[in-house]
């Protein structure tokens, strides 16, 4: 099973652009990269997938090296409302969480 | 936007009592599961099922634990005989397929499970 690795914890302003990056060095060739965003005491909300190169959406963007042994999480001009836990997973036959990072966005 | 219902929202019962926690997956998803969170503490797989049976569980879902599909449209978790240690927000997610699709699990809101 892929382990990830993520920050603990970032702090970011109203406005600026987040990256959080993600380390996951055993994915297996068939495992997709996911994210989700969790505010306290609601369920994981889907964020974005891919598998390799960058995939966008209305929410973010997800960026994955040739290799896949990483990926980063690119929210564009955040805001308080994005203060949250995000987390990355890699999806085999289920999602296995890990602790996330916990994005503080200040205003 | 599809939901996945989960009832109730919160739920206080007595240590070794059974509860039922139910949830209403999205209508054209086809993988149902639970999980559960713990206050403080990361989210933990518990089982999943399709295909009116368990495809895989967890250690902590143990002989205490079961789940059912009983109509068709609700899917429920079944503790039978609660501890104390049972107290978490247990949700309830579904999906389309098992992998190599782009919308993601959808999680419900979650029954805050209180075990006095």
């Known amino acids: 099973l892929a382990k990830t690795t993520q920050p603990i914890s970032m702090d970011s302003y109203e406005g600026q652009e987040v990256n959080i990056t993600c380390s996951h060095n055993?994915?297996?060739?068939?495992?997709?990269i996911t994210w989700y965003q969790q505010f306290p005491s609601q369920g994981p909300r889907f964020i974005i997938q891919?598998?390799?190169t960058k995939v966008t959406n209305e929410v973010a963007s997800l960026f994955i090296p040739a290799d896949r042994k990483s990926s980063t999480l690119s929210l564009p001009r955040v805001s308080l409302s994005d203060t949250a836990v995000y987390y990355c997973?890699?999806?085999?036959?289920?999602?296995?969480f890990g602790t996330g990072t916990r994005l503080q966005v200040f205003p | 936007e599809p939901e996945v219902t989960q009832t109730p929202s919160h739920q206080v019962t007595q240590m070794g009592q059974e509860v039922i926690l139910r949830c209403v997956p999205i209508?054209?998803?086809?993988?149902f599961y639970w999980y559960r969170q713990i206050l403080g503490q990361k989210v933990e797989f518990l089982v999943s099922f399709y295909n009116n049976e368990i495809s895989e569980k967890s250690e902590i879902f143990d002989d205490q634990f079961s789940v059912e599909r009983p109509d068709g449209s609700n899917f429920t978790l079944k503790i039978r005989s609660t501890k104390l240690e049972d107290s978490a927000m247990y949700f309830c997610?579904?999906?389309?397929?098992?992998?190599?699709?782009?919308?993601?699990?959808?999680f419900g809101s979650g029954t805050r499970l209180t075990v006095v």
């Open positions: 997610a579904s999906s389309p397929s098992r992998r190599d699709f782009l919308g993601g699990y959808t």
């Open positions: 891919g598998y390799k």
């Open positions: 209508s054209n998803h086809l993988y």
């Open positions: 055993n994915i297996a060739t068939n495992d997709y």
């Open positions: 997973l890699v999806l085999t036959d289920k999602l296995i």
